[in-house]
């Protein structure tokens, strides 16, 4: 850590103090204090030789943003820090050096951080445009890339609307963003997209409205890793599709759903729900007092398919703030709402929709969401990327792998084929294994599951309140089940978890596994019997609950990828390939390290832990009472899950296999030998689940006290998940 040169900068608020000051004069904090989290620079770091972070003002998915000081000019400044979630670590307290994951993740940082300079150089060409917060520099240091940028003192679009009332005059928004919407011009001719224009991004100050916070690592991602970060109600369609085609469109939409807020107070509805029906309402029906030509030039830069949407900014302008409405009314044509229904009703017979949270390779999440069409009925053996305009095909490069089982038996009759000219992606049945690991969870007698329409399900035994007040949940992106609790990780890396009941006549079985609701940047939970686990955006472990066997010692752990729990033990998979275990130790499975078996997946049951290594095999060690480490001769396996007594295997061919099970904890957990065309594997206590292709659940062994459904399917069906 390096300390500020003469001593005047507070950490906490950012102003100045004389020399020989210990503490601040306007916010009374101590001026070393260091209290950031360890993810982050410590106040006081020195970049470049002339820069000294002072606070942290923002994080995002894929960079940290600094209060800054330039200590030659003696002024004020944001730095922005290439960090992006899951590709790397970093803990201050032993250096500020960023730590990058290995593997392809290596390749994903190093590209990104390529084009976060790339479109730092590009940006600073516009430094002197109204409307653009400037670039003043840009450099390498700590491993990583950060960009040096004037400090904006004011207040969001968001805030300075909110202190208004909730909405401003069509007359006072549209002069607010016009140095906004006309810069945009000059950087959309250059070939830059912001792709993430809201309230949250234009800030008010003195000197007028500026657009912060450009898109390089969104670009990045919506290239490499198949993600996007989404602002509900702002982004247009392409934007939750990996291949969706985006340009100053994009940004056209976002900038007018902004304005459509800023007057009405309403974010339009989210662009997938108008894909079916268009339920956006006029800002005049709203209340908004606004010019024909204005609102007609509004919605048209607001259409769902970017084909009828205005198509530059430069277009937009000309519309919004033309001298005479009429022209803005002949150019952007009313709306035919019917016409617009009827299309995506159209296109809605030709798809079955399902939402898709996508995980990074790995085990870590990206706090995002990602809403995908899931086109069943395809080329066989293959699944299809998804299509969202109804004449749009997307294409993909098809990779050589193993397809996924036929489709063919499951295809709704009301569902139509992928249109055949176009390239399928197809997809490995090991990618679509791990895109659906988290989202169905068994426990001792329940199974909870994200449905198709994105809210939560469940099945099976509430007696200790595990299923309670879930059903229905949105925004959950993972499931966890232990014994007698669920757990829940939404899109904002929150977790909440089902309260502990203690009937009459049954253990109790309250120990804290639900106090997690103070967890964030969780990108991954599991839970056991009695015990919760969540893997953090940094690679750390947190966990709550019974500690008993130490099973919840793991807040030494780093660079983690994934974590998995089991009745009394803990376990992690790290980036470098090592399996960490804590808890019990009776059989000895805390005594493996598995650092030369290539590992790819992790599983623990009661005192056993199974892991799967990248040629389709699987090790296991630990108590043996039931067969469960009987895995030796298992091949060709793409994901593996394990109840109490149990170990399961989702083989290539899309056929399940589970250790044999005998004696009085029996309940069929084992009956899966006639599944087929099944895409994820799950392990309850006394259960075995699988999610099939067409999205049905099928389980083998007991989900509540008087039901036993082997082979049976459930009633409802669950979300199919892409990678």
């Given at each position: 850590m390096?300390?500020?040169?003469n001593g005047?900068?507070?950490?906490n608020?950012g ?5 020989g ?12 204090a ?5 993810h ?9 030789g002339?820069y ?6 923002g994080?995002?998915g894929?960079?940290i ?10 002024i ?9 979630e ?9 250096s500020?050096?960023?730590?990058v994951?290995?593997?392809e993740r290596d390749t994903?940082f190093q590209d990104?951080a ?5 479109e730092a150089?590009?940006l600073?060409?516009?430094s002197s ?9 840009f450099?390498?240091?700590n491993?990583?890339a950060?960009?040096v940028?004037k400090?904006l003192?004011g207040?969001?679009?968001?805030e ?6 909730g ?5 006072e928004?549209?002069?607010l963003?016009?140095?906004?919407v006309?810069?945009?011009t000059?950087?959309h001719?250059?070939?830059?997209i ?13 000197g ?5 916070d ?9 290239a490499?890793?198949?993600s ?7 982004a247009p369609?392409?934007q939750?599709r ?5 340009g100053?469109?994009t940004d056209v ?5 902004t ?10 509805p989210?662009?997938?729900e108008?894909?079916?029906e268009?339920?956006i309402s ?6 908004a007092?606004?010019?024909p030509?204005?609102?007609?030039a ?5 259409e769902v398919?970017?084909?009828?949407r ?12 033309a001298?005479?409405?009429n022209?803005?009314?002949?150019t ?5 709402k ?5 299309n ?8 079955q ?6 995980p ?16 069943l ?10 299509q969202?305009e ?6 993909a ?8 089982p036929?489709?063919?038996a499951?295809t ?5 084929p ?7 992606k197809t ?10 690991r ?14 198709p329409n994105?809210?939560?399900?469940s099945?099976?035994?509430d ?13 959950v992106?993972?499931?966890?089940a232990?014994?007698a ?11 909440s978890a089902?309260?502990i009941k203690?009937?009459?006549g049954e ?17 991954q ?9 969540g893997l953090?955006?940094d690679g ?10 130490g099973q ?5 752990w780093r ?6 729990a089991?009745?009394?033990n803990t376990?992690?998979?790290?980036t ?5 275990v804590a808890g019990d130790?009776?059989y ?6 598995w650092e ?5 997946q992790?599983a623990v ?17 630990g ?12 091949n060709?396996?793409?994901a593996?899950?394990?109840g109490d007594?149990?170990t399961?295997g ?5 056929t399940?296999i589970?250790?044999s099970?005998?004696g ?8 899966t030998?006639d599944?087929?065309d099944?895409?994820?594997v799950?392990?309850?206590a006394?259960?075995t689940v699988?999610l ?20 049976g399917?459930m009633?409802?069906?669950a979300?199919?998940?892409?990678p």
């Open positions: 390096a300390l500020h040169a005047r900068a507070c950490w608020c102003h100045e103090n004389p020399l000051q210990n503490v601040c004069l306007h916010c009374g904090r101590e001026l070393f260091e209290d950031a989290p360890v982050q620079l410590t106040p006081g770091t020195i970049l470049a002339k000294l972070t002072v606070k942290t003002l994080e995002g894929f960079g943003t600094y209060l800054g000081y330039n200590l030659q000019l003696d004020k400044v944001a730095i922005k820090e290439y960090f992006p899951g590709l790397a670590a970093r803990d201050h307290t032993h500020e050096q960023v730590s994951y290995g593997g994903l990104g390529q084009k976060f300079m790339q150089r590009s600073a060409r516009f445009l109204p409307g653009i917060v400037s670039v003043n520099d450099f390498h240091e491993g990583t950060y960009i940028m400090y003192e207040v969001t679009l968001k300075y609307v909110e202190k208004r009332g909405k401003i005059p069509a007359s928004a549209l002069s963003v016009r140095p906004v006309e810069s945009l000059r950087v001719d250059a070939g830059i912001h792709r993430d224009i809201s309230p949250d991004n234009v800030m008010i100050t003195d007028g409205a500026y657009l912060i450009f898109g390089a690592a969104r670009s990045f991602a919506s490499h890793s198949m996007v970060l989404l602002k509900f109600g702002y369609e392409e939750y990996s291949k969706g085609e985006q100053p469109w939409y976002s900038l007018c759903a304005l459509y807020w800023c007057i009405t107070g309403h974010k339009p989210e662009a997938l108008r894909l079916e268009d339920t006029l800002p005049s029906v709203l209340g007092t606004i010019a030509g204005v609102e007609q509004l919605m048209k830069g607001l398919y970017r084909k009828n205005i198509q530059s900014m430069q277009e937009l302008a000309t519309y919004l703030y001298t005479e409405n022209q803005a009314k002949k952007a044509e009313p709306r035919n019917n016409e617009t229904k009827q995506a009703a159209n296109a809605a017979k030709s798809r929709r399902l939402p898709v949270w996508l990074i390779a790995g085990g870590t999440a990206l706090v995002a969401v990602l809403l995908l069409v899931f086109l009925g395809g080329k066989k053996g293959s699944l299809p990327a998804a969202t109804p004449t749009a095909s997307v294409s490069p098809v990779e050589e792998a193993t397809p996924i036929s489709q063919a499951r709704p009759a009301a569902q139509t992928a249109p055949t000219e176009a390239p399928e997809y490995t049945l090991a990618e679509v294994a791990q895109a659906n988290f989202t169905v969870a068994c426990g001792n007698r329940h199974v909870a599951y994200i449905k994105g809210t939560l399900g099945a099976g035994s007696i200790y309140g595990q299923r309670s007040g879930a059903d229905g949940t949105k925004n992106i993972q499931l966890a232990g014994y609790h669920t757990a829940m990780l939404f899109d904002d890396g929150t977790v089902t309260p203690n009937p009459s253990e109790p079985y309250e120990y804290g596994q639900s106090d997690v609701s103070g967890w964030n940047h969780v990108v939970i599991e839970a056991g019997w009695v015990h919760t686990v953090l955006s750390t472990v947190v966990a709550t609950g019974d500690n008993a066997h919840c010692d793991v807040d030494t660079n983690v990828q994934e974590v998995a089991g009745a009394w376990a992690a998979l790290t470098d390939g090592r399996v960490l130790n009776e000895g499975q805390c005594d493996i390290s030369n078996e290539n590992i790819v992790i049951g009661r005192q056993f832990v199974v892991g799967l290594r990248a040629d389709g095999t699987v090790i296991a060690a108590r043996n009472l039931q067969n469960q480490l009987a895995v030796s001769g298992w060709n396996i793409v593996i899950a394990t007594y149990h399961i989702l083989k290539k061919d899309g399940v589970t250790t099970f005998t009085k904890n029996a309940y069929g957990q084992d009956l030998g599944w087929t099944v895409i994820a799950y392990g309850g006394r259960t699988g099939c292709l067409d999205g049905t659940l099928l389980v083998a062994g007991l989900v509540d006290e008087d039901t036993y459904m082997q082979t399917s009633a409802e069906k979300a199919i998940f892409l």
